[in-house]
């Protein structure tokens, strides 16, 4: 399969990866299109169809947060290059995705590069409730769905008890219509975007693999929505 590469990684990621490292984001700008956008959705495409176990969670308790997700990125899509109407939404691919707001996270997983977490506090913590992931970095949505925020990184070394509580404090502290976003950096052997299970090769290590982590509350429905952009360059 050809790899799925941008030609180059933006700009903007260039600064410190360090987790959180969070810096303030455009209030529109948790969404964005770049050059690798067609190939992406093909792929998207391909996995909601055939593997909809493994990419997409929306059972009927998230509806009305995928619902608000969904009408916050179509205000947003038409400054991107999309055309929208009532129940239409054109793509810069030139595809035409039907609107279905019964099954909102599904009509965006079809329409937008992102990855789309839909997290809500649950006590102490954030809980993941839905979410369509088609390009995960080393983890599977059926894994991490209802769990809170420490348990789904409880592989990650480096997520010890103080990055979590600084994380738990972005999500309480995230304000509506200021969100905020980083990124990561990692190196993998193989370009495969779709990777629940990280593929190793040794010490070969030509890809860069980033993600733009963006960070945004819900206006009505308070639900906090993890965004991840992912960006994949030969090194």
Not at 111 to 125: A, N
Not at 175 to 184: A, Q
Request: net charge negative; charged share 25%; with cysteine.
């Amino acid at each position: 399969m050809t790899p799925i590469l941008q030609n180059a990684l933006p700009d903007a990621q260039s600064g410190d990866p360090r987790l959180p490292g969070t810096q303030p984001c455009d209030p529109d700008g948790w969404l964005c299109v770049d050059d690798a956008y067609a190939a992406q959705l093909a792929l998207r495409t391909q996995l909601i169809g055939t593997r909809p176990d493994a990419v997409l969670y929306e059972p009927e308790s998230t509806r009305d947060a995928g619902r608000e997700v969904l009408d916050e990125a179509l205000k947003i899509l038409p400054d991107l290059g999309f055309e929208v109407s009532q129940d239409t939404v054109v793509c810069p691919d030139g595809r035409c995705v039907q609107i279905d707001r019964d099954a909102p996270l599904h009509t965006l997983g079809h329409v937008v590069q992102e990855d789309i977490c839909i997290l809500q506090k649950q006590g102490k913590e954030h809980v993941l409730i839905g979410a369509v992931l088609c390009f995960p970095a080393n983890w599977r949505l059926a894994e991490k769905i209802n769990r809170p925020l420490t348990t789904i990184h409880d592989p990650v070394d480096e997520y010890d008890a103080n990055i979590a509580r600084r994380v738990q404090r972005l999500f309480d502290g995230v304000r509506t219509g200021k969100p905020l976003w980083r990124f990561n950096k990692l190196y993998y052997s193989d370009a495969d975007l779709h990777q629940p299970y990280k593929k190793t090769d040794g010490n070969v290590t030509p890809y860069i693999r980033t993600e733009r982590q963006c960070i945004l509350r819900m206006p009505r429905t308070d639900t906090v929505i993890f965004m991840i952009h992912t960006f994949v360059v030969r090194e």
